[in-house]
């Protein structure tokens, strides 16, 4: 599924207001997505749908989140968190976008409460999975 898609899901409008055309996507419309188990992200307007991780990609992140988490931790460089957690980019590249694993340096990390990080991390990591290589590795990439 690299390509721009609608979930099957996602009714024609929802309270009475159309979805954007492709490109036109904003981070306030992908808020009024459903919590169905989809990953929804906007990039470069565009709405991307990734069905629910499998297991191995889920053991893949928690895998590296316990190592360099750890070693985040015990050296007191910053924060790392797992999806999903929203990132805007600057200039509308992503909004938003969710990394698999994300590395925030010390007075980099979003602020306590925060629902999303506005600006860029120090780090991002996707595993890659057949069902979303090809847009991890260009599209993704590429933002």
């Known amino acids: ?9 996602l009714p024609a409008a929802l309270d009475g207001h159309a979805w954007p055309a492709p490109g036109d996507w904003t981070y306030e419309d992908s808020l009024r997505l459903p919590e169905d188990g989809n990953r929804y992200e906007v990039i470069r307007g565009r709405l991307y749908v990734t069905p629910p991780p499998i297991y191995d990609h889920q053991y893949a992140i928690w895998q ?6 750890r070693f985040v931790h015990e050296n007191k460089l910053g924060v790392v968190l797992i999806a999903a957690f929203d990132i805007r980019l600057p200039v509308g590249l992503t909004d938003p976008v ?7 340096r010390a007075g980099n990390e979003p602020r306590a409460g925060a629902t999303f990080f ?3 991390p120090d780090l991002v990591i996707e595993v890659l999975s057949p069902r979303t290589r090809r847009r991890d590795k260009t599209i993704k990439l590429d933002a």
């Open 98 to 104: 969710e990394p698999d694993v994300i590395f925030f």
């Open 64 to 69: 590296l989140d316990q190592t360099l988490g």
């Open 1 to 9: 599924m690299a390509e721009p898609a609608r979930s099957p899901a």
């Open 118 to 120: 506005q600006g860029t």
